[in-house]
């Protein structure tokens, strides 16, 4: 009988002989009945097990086996380490000389060992690729074990028969447990490990064969139960949380009188919305740690008590003691700096017109630079604040974006966040250190989830941090095709949808009561994605090109009222008919090719692949009740997908968008500078320069900035939209030490793409019109577009101020 994995400690172990040692033996003892508990019996050794070694022994030739995706110069080590069939679930051990093909209902083990990566680690694709190739070769699913750097992979690649042939499969979605820290392992991925094991799985699903043992490990490997669990924690968390905190510029019963509402429901709302703002800005903190971008010091709670902090004590104590732990220190002096003063400014001044840097306000500089927003404060709580200071900035970039804008205008004793030494008489801050670093307890939550049961009576919570170490990250969302067992951004939607659900007074009884319900599905919103945009470029294909022959001289109008040129404009029309008119339906599945996830891209002509991408680019897709940013996020994803096949070395890509910095500065040359539009050229150097920035990076930056926009009626859900937009650009940057700023590029400013307003209430315009009152409409829309262009990009706050107030 296989042994049962009894502990996280066994499994870490494990992982960690991976330091050392033989490779292939490493692994069949990780899986084997010592650990996870698999019979590993069923062994065979490959002689050659270098790439060629391989190709020779399968004969990759008859498999259409593509060397470039499957990354084989990186290729150290590859070996077949065993095979699990009915006969070993079912315990009946043989021996075997060479792959059993005809055990369709079987996994294979391989393990390759790559070339350590100059970047970071390998990519989620990358990896999957690498592993469709291998699977190509046999008829049953493959599990590969990879190491790379002082890191372990192990995906394996879901199948499904072929429907019109039953000895075929097709390969299906690739799922990781990706970069487990051969050194650290993640606690979240140990306990994965740890549900897979045999016994485990046997207790749970009680499998009595290949085929029972494969689906119930797709139910464990399924990311919607990892959500789930996390949901169930954070949202226990958050209403603990907001019972617990007291923010500045809470609701007076003036403002109850003044909007007929009960005062406990407003302070309440208001408590909520700066609970799920601070969140936003520390899961954003937490997914940008993934990239090494926040030290991880800042987490460490023994770190932060002997180097860090004075007294720090995050205890949760009743009675005589309860006053003393709602000491706010770690909110106020590590995250309230790090958001505010850290990640909100430049490590050194970038121009004469932004003269901000990194430091702690001074008490003899008070009346100065008391109301700066972007100066650290509380040094009075540090052991050494330049220690601290120099912590920041040897890792954590200035990325700008206005997520870590700090709310407070001190000028007018307005105070939102209260990132403030000393604030007005009656103002407070109140965010108890041990919501952060508490230790497990049971809290009665009853009232704030609507039930009355043992586990709302006596519902587990513990500090945030604690909470979040839990669980393993990762910054690239998933699709289809590649799911990584790791919390993406795409989960800040769904916890989110249900936590602005819960305040919201048309909402907050039924989204208590059922977790996960406020959230679109991600396989709807694929079908959405596909369906809307497949149309939309259908009908752009098929649309007919009218071209004009302008005679005499160049206007743009039928009637020029320019004063001196009183003449009717002549011209002839010409009609370029698409050669795709009567074959729509050849067109449409051509379309849904392109659209899919396999390798094929069947627009060959130049013409259409142009028309195509220009197509996209002219793309307007407004959510008019965004939320938390599902819809448009899938719609990038999507166009992203699209333009990588279509424009695979964003050639076509950068032209465009040059071109429209060419006409914008042209068409306004009398009143802006050549200085302006060789500084946009250089900007859209920079996005395509590969060297800096993944080729997807400017694909998302101008679709972001031309083609997608959000609209919903509560602030906090566009916030959100925006925090995993800015996830998705920063991905793609590499990180670069010995560059201003880490080469980090900073982020854009999404304030005018998404925004809080009651998409039901439309603009009032005249019923009808003069020409030329039409002319200075169109003149003053050119302005605002011009206008919210340089908002997008601009970087410091003086600018930022001059911009919204043209707005």
Request: hydrophobic share 35%; glycine share 4%.
């Amino acid at each position: 009988m296989a042994k049962l994995a009894t502990n996280n400690k066994l499994v870490q172990e494990a992982i960690n002989k991976f330091t050392h040692g033989n490779l292939k033996d490493n692994s069949i003892n990780f899986f084997g009945e010592n650990v996870l508990g698999y019979n590993t019996q069923r062994q065979r050794t490959l002689n050659n097990k270098s790439f060629q070694g391989f190709k020779n022994e399968f004969d990759l030739e008859n498999y259409n086996f593509n060397e470039t995706k499957a990354l084989v110069h990186k290729w150290k080590e590859i070996d077949l380490l065993f095979q699990i069939t009915d006969d070993e679930i079912k315990n009946e051990i043989t021996q075997f000389a060479s792959v059993d093909n005809d055990l369709f209902d079987s996994y294979l083990f391989f393990s390759l060992e790559l070339e350590n990566s100059n970047e970071k680690n390998y990519t989620k694709t990358e990896i999957s690729d690498i592993t469709r190739e291998i699977n190509k070769i046999f008829p049953m699913p493959i599990m590969i074990f990879f190491k790379y750097n002082d890191f372990i992979t192990i995906d394996i690649t879901d199948r499904r028969r072929n429907k019109t042939d039953e000895d075929k499969h097709v390969l299906e979605k690739v799922t990781l447990i990706k970069d487990i820290n051969i050194n650290k392992p993640n606690r979240g991925q140990i306990e994965i490990l740890l549900d897979l094991s045999f016994n485990n799985l046997l207790n749970k699903y009680k499998f009595k064969n290949f085929e029972e043992l494969h689906q119930a490990w797709q139910k464990t490997l399924d990311t919607s139960e990892l959500n789930k669990k996390f949901y169930k924690e954070l949202s226990n968390w958050y209403f603990w949380a907001v019972k617990q905190v007291t923010f500045p510029n809470e609701p007076t019963l003036e403002h109850a009188f003044e909007q007929q509402l009960k005062i406990e429901d407003m302070i309440q709302e208001h408590k909520a919305k700066n609970v799920i703002r601070m969140l936003t800005r520390l899961l954003f903190v937490w997914f940008i740690k993934e990239k090494d971008l926040i030290p991880e010091q800042l987490f460490d709670l023994k770190i932060i008590q002997n180097d860090i902090l004075k007294e720090f004590s995050p205890i949760h104590q009743e009675g005589l003691f309860q006053e003393a732990n709602r000491e706010s220190i770690y909110y106020k002096a590590i995250l309230q700096n790090l958001f505010f003063a850290t990640l909100n400014c430049p490590i050194k001044a970038i121009d004469k017109n932004d003269n901000r840097v990194r430091a702690f306000r001074k008490n003899d500089h008070y009346g100065q630079q008391r109301d700066s927003n972007f100066l650290m404060r509380y040094e009075k709580y540090f052991q050494n604040p330049e220690k601290f200071l120099q912590m920041v900035n040897d890792v954590v970039p200035f990325l700008n974006g206005g997520l870590f804008e700090c709310l407070d205008d001190k000028a007018n004793k307005i105070y939102i966040d209260g990132f403030s030494d000393n604030m007005i008489k009656g103002e407070q801050l109140i965010f108890p250190d041990y919501l952060f670093f508490g230790i497990e307890e049971k809290v009665d939550l009853s009232t704030e989830y609507g039930i009355k049961n043992k586990g709302t009576q006596e519902a587990a919570v513990k500090g945030l941090i604690n909470i979040l170490k839990h669980y393993k990250f990762t910054v690239d969302e998933n699709t289809p095709l590649e799911e990584e067992i790791a919390l993406d951004p795409e989960l800040l939607g769904k916890v989110f949808e249900n936590l602005l659900a819960s305040y919201n007074p048309e909402t907050k009884t039924t989204a208590r009561k059922q977790t996960g319900s406020f959230y679109t599905p991600r396989e709807i919103v694929n079908y959405m994605v596909d369906e809307s945009l497949i149309a939309y470029l259908k009908e752009k294909i098929l649309e007919t090109e009218k071209v004009f022959l302008e005679v005499g001289n160049k206007q743009t109008q039928l009637i020029d009222i320019t004063e001196g040129k009183n003449k009717q404009l002549i011209f002839t029309e010409d009609l370029h008919k698409s050669r795709w008119i009567d074959k729509e339906e050849e067109l449409e599945n051509d379309l849904r090719v392109l659209f899919s996830y396999s390798d094929q891209q069947p627009f060959l002509v130049h013409e259409d692949i142009e028309k195509l991408v220009r197509a996209l680019d002219n793309c307007k897709i407004l959510d008019p009740a965004c939320g938390s940013g599902a819809f448009p996020m899938g719609i990038l994803q999507k166009m992203v997908h699209v333009l990588k096949k279509l424009d695979p070395q964003n050639e076509l890509w950068k032209k465009i968008q040059k071109e429209k910095i060419n006409k914008e500065t042209n068409e306004a040359f009398k009143i802006e500078n050549r200085e302006e539009r060789n500084d946009s050229l250089i900007e859209i150097s920079n996005a395509f320069d590969e060297r800096i920035n993944a080729p997807n990076y400017a694909r998302k930056l101008y679709l972001i900035e031309n083609c997608i926009y959000g609209v919903d009626i509560q602030p906090i859900a566009t916030q959100i939209s925006k925090l995993r937009f800015f996830i998705s650009l920063i991905i793609d940057q590499k990180m670069d030490k010995s560059q201003d700023n880490f080469g980090i590029r900073t982020l854009p400013n999404l304030e005018t793409k998404f925004v809080a307003a009651n998409s039901l209430i439309g603009i009032e315009k005249p019923k009808e019109m003069s020409i030329f009152e039409t002319s200075e409409i169109n003149k003053l829309e050119e302005d605002l577009k011009n206008n919210r262009h340089k908002i997008f990009s601009s970087k410091t706050p003086a600018k930022k101020k001059v911009l919204r107030e043209r707005d």
